[in-house]
């Protein structure tokens, strides 16, 4: 990257989930929770961001007739503007 002066902002999130339901006759519970940040960069000459790098770390767990059944996902992605 160019030398230009930066701001570097930093956020922290999370989520938290319940829900039930049912499925014809099955009762269906699904479980969430998660974090997650992003990290913004932004070009303080020009004012507009030119590089943005997301995180997020979840893991759900469905249970249906009885049975739970847990899926975890991490995901990051990184943007970088293009002059």
């Not at 990257?1 to 339901?21: F, I, K, M, N, T």
């Not at 739970?68 to 996902?73: A, K, L, M, P, S």
């Amino acid at each position: 990257q160019d030398s230009l002066p930066e701001l570097v902002v930093q956020r922290a999130d999370s989520v938290s989930a319940h829900g039930e339901g049912s499925q014809q006759q099955h009762r269906v519970i699904l479980d969430a929770v998660g974090t997650g940040g992003a990290t913004y960069y932004l070009d303080f000459i020009r004012g507009q961001v030119v590089r943005l790098d997301l995180n997020q770390d979840s893991n759900l767990a469905i249970t249906a007739s009885g049975r739970t059944t847990r899926f975890r996902q991490n995901a990051r992605e990184d943007y970088i503007l293009v002059r």
